[in-house]
């Protein structure tokens, strides 16, 4: 006798543990679904797992239109300051044209030493605000995905020639020794974001090397990637800001008295990253940094 | 995010010469959180096409597809589960049952459900709808605009996927009317809840953010 409740009661625990497993299995396969985003509210009955589902199924698409929503309200904002600072361009440009009309008139005409300081401190000032909406503009095109590169294989020479055109006054200026070793080397670019991408990295050497220092500029061939080498005499990066110089709107603390946005390398790394290329940095403190752009060689089919 | 799409649904009542077509080929496809309002005049075949969409009359020919299921699937056991739980309706005769007080109201559907009635979030919606010190009284004691408001939360109670109401504000006075849609309105939206709303009254259907109009069972703009 005492053997048969013995018996019962061990059949009916083991009743209840065979449901607990499937139920709890029933779940675990709803939220395996739920992940990989195959679920769907199948039953429709009075059992409990039904309700379940049906919450489950509910809290999902909320989710998802709660992210389209978002998704589309971010693409609306990115594109309104595109707009902005895109139209805000044209009345700096123009603020800038008619500061040296100005200062044109009053050389010709007023010649007063504390005039043309003035109006000189504006169109410098106009001048630095351009170059930040020009900036801003480009960072949220690239937010826009409006970075569209037309991939082709060319020559890297006109690259270099723009860059010893746009900074070889400037390094002049700084008394900075500026030296670009012309290569006859070809990769897969687009020309105008390319030299955007080394135009950041290059002025960034500049701005952290001091005057009597270089900054130099070579290419070299690898059997896969094609190299344009930045190495500078400057400041350097120490070692623990080295991975989060790329990311967006980081300034160093050693930084933070020169002028800028901290997006420039940024920019940088997206438009090489967009061509199928990568970016990379050596850097001892004091001693100099040298940033590698790494372009494809061939088209990857 | 499709929510609810009908494809060519027809309903024909009486047979051989006589026939009548209540609705003659709808195609529709209202979104996840839209509030539409479905005009037209009496006879067009307005709440005939709600009754389907909300399971209540079963087309002669064509498709309903209500939250990625085929109505026309289902048993009649599954459709009133169904029914349950994804949709909530709100009557122009607010249809609250007299023995219980409001708060017995709004609950009901869940508990017939076997769910418990989650206190935050209809104490949530009783509040933006304004019943709050209601709750005690039995419907009968109630404004017509109290009531229908204490309708509304019963249908937005399950949290269901989309709220039919068929002439909601009939019976209540222009401002009253107003102040119920504006109400629902901001609920659904906090709860991203999808309305289709029949009315006559224009004034009304302006609150929506699409209007549809029925004539002679067929959509005309």
């Given at each position: 006798m005492a053997l048969f409740y013995i018996c019962t009661i061990f059949f009916i625990i083991a009743f209840f543990v065979k449901r607990e497993q499937n139920l709890m299995g029933n779940i675990q396969k709803m939220l395996d679904n739920a992940i990989t985003g195959k679920f769907n509210d199948i039953s429709l009955n009075e059992s409990k797992m039904s309700i379940i589902e049906n919450s489950m199924w509910r809290y999902l698409c909320d989710c998802q239109m709660s992210y389209q929503k978002l998704l589309s309200e971010k693409e609306q904002i990115q594109a309104q300051i595109s707009d902005i600072s895109h139209q805000t361009g044209t009345h700096i440009a123009n603020i800038i044209l008619y500061s040296q009309l100005l200062e044109e008139q009053q050389e010709l005409y007023v010649n007063n030493s504390e005039t043309a300081e003035c109006l000189s401190i504006i169109r410098k000032e106009a001048e630095e605000l351009d170059f930040l909406t020009g900036f801003l503009e480009k960072l949220s095109r690239m937010e826009t995905g409006i970075i569209n590169v037309t991939l082709k294989k060319q020559k890297i020479m006109p690259v270099l020639s723009s860059i010893t055109n746009q900074f070889q006054k400037q390094a002049l200026k700084q008394q900075i020794q500026f030296s670009i070793e012309m290569s006859d080397e070809s990769a897969v670019f687009d020309l105008k974001w390319t030299k955007e991408a080394v135009a950041n990295v290059v002025d960034n050497a500049l701005k952290y090397t001091r005057a009597g220092g270089s900054v130099s500029i070579s290419v070299k061939a690898y059997s896969f990637f094609v190299c344009i080498r930045v190495s500078d005499t400057g400041t350097g990066i120490p070692e623990r800001e080295q991975a989060n110089i790329f990311t967006r709107f980081y300034r160093s603390e050693a930084a933070s008295?020169?002028?800028?946005?901290?997006i420039g390398l940024y920019i940088a790394r997206e438009v090489i990253k967009a061509q199928g290329g990568y970016i990379k940095v050596d850097s001892v403190e004091n001693k100099g940094s040298c940033f590698s752009m790494y372009l494809l060689k061939d088209k990857v089919s | 995010m499709l929510i609810l799409e009908t494809k060519d649904l027809k309903k024909v009542y009486g047979k051989g010469g006589t026939e009548v077509y209540a609705l003659n080929g709808i195609n529709l496809k209202v979104e996840r959180g839209e509030f539409l309002a479905v005009v037209g005049s009496s006879g067009s075949g307005k709440t005939t096409f709600l009754n389907m969409i909300g399971g209540l009359d079963v087309p002669t020919s064509g498709e309903i597809i209500l939250d990625n299921k085929r109505l026309s699937a289902l048993s009649d056991n599954e459709l009133t589960v169904f029914r349950r739980r994804k949709t909530g309706f709100i009557f122009q005769q607010y249809n609250l049952i007299p023995m219980l007080n409001v708060w017995e109201n709004i609950v009901l559907p869940l508990k017939l459900d076997g769910r418990q009635p989650d206190e935050d979030y209809i104490s949530e919606i009783v509040q933006i709808l304004g019943i709050e010190k209601k709750l005690k009284e039995l419907p009968g004691k109630l404004s017509g605009g109290e009531q229908q408001r204490a309708a509304a939360c019963r249908a937005l109670a399950t949290k269901p996927s989309v709220i039919l109401a068929d002439e909601p504000t009939g019976s209540l006075d222009s401002v009253t009317s107003q102040n119920v849609i504006e109400l629902l309105k901001i609920t659904s939206a906090k709860y991203r809840q999808t309305i289709i709303m029949i009315t006559h009254n224009e004034e009304i259907a302006q609150l929506a953010d699409r209007i549809i109009r029925i004539e002679d069972g067929k959509i005309v703009g």
């Open positions: 008295e020169k002028a800028g946005l901290g | -």
